[in-house]
């Protein structure tokens, strides 16, 4: 059985601001939740396999492939207006 100092105490560590008539709708609602654990303890699991996932979970990520990069850098300073040493050159902001 359940008593109003051990709802508040789990109200107390849920950080939960209860008034005194919200006490007993919490009572109801954890004897409730306390009841329907006592049912499934007496669900008989024995001949269930046992799994770390209930699905079947498994890696979906692609392979890491490294590719050449085909000058990017290059077609990319082509691009620009001005460089210097193989950069960007751009105004200066400070």
Avoid: P, W
């Amino acid at each position: 059985m359940i008593s109003k100092e051990d709802v508040k105490r789990v109200a107390h560590l849920a950080r939960l601001g209860l008034q005194e008539n919200e006490l007993d709708k919490l009572k109801e609602d954890m004897l409730l939740i306390l009841n329907y654990f006592e049912k499934l303890k007496k669900v008989d699991v024995s001949k269930v396999k046992t799994t770390s996932h209930s699905v079947d979970a498994r890696n979906i990520t692609r392979e890491d492939k490294t590719e050449e990069s085909s000058n990017i850098n290059e077609k990319l300073l082509d691009l620009s207006s001005e460089t210097k040493g193989g950069y960007l050159k751009v105004k200066s902001i400070l």
